[in-house]
Nanobody, 124 residues
Framework: QVQLVESGGGLVQAGGSLRLSCAAS????????MGWFRQAPGKEREFVAA????????VSADSVKGRFTISRDNAKNTVDLQMNSLKPEDTAVYYC?????????????????WGQGTQVFVSS
């Protein structure tokens, strides 16, 4: 059974930083792409960033480019999201997801497994 467990969310002031982490188990972690998505109240879940199986390819949403960085450690079965220069509009529940394939992918439909989410709140 695949499990994804996020951690690292919390309350931060605008301009601050947070680092989210996702621990994966139950499948060969290093064979699959991973992604981070977020969902704000009243809005649909949206893509944030994704990384390929090897970590050599990443893609991110325009809204977070230059501020958020996704990385992975295949030895530890973890994927992280470093979030800098946070804005109030970054407030959301952040979800870790494991892709059906090996590549980095921005499409929500390409993710087979999801974590339970971690709340990030950015105050102005």
């Amino acid at each position: 059974q695949v499990q994804l467990v996020e951690s690292g969310g919390g309350l931060v002031q605008a301009g601050g930083s947070l680092r989210l982490s996702c621990a994966a188990s139950g499948r060969t972690f290093s064979s699959y792409g991973m992604g981070w998505f977020r969902q704000a109240p009243g809005k649909e879940r949206e893509f944030v960033a994704a990384i390929s199986w090897s970590g050599s390819n990443t893609v991110s949403a325009d809204s977070v480019k230059g501020r958020f960085t996704i990385s992975r450690d295949n030895a530890k079965n973890t994927v992280d999201l470093q979030m800098n220069s946070l804005k109030p509009e970054d407030t959301a529940v952040y979800y870790c997801a494991s892709a059906s394939g090996a590549h980095s992918d921005s499409r929500l439909s390409q993710y087979a497994y999801w974590g339970q989410g971690t709340q990030v709140f950015v105050s102005s």
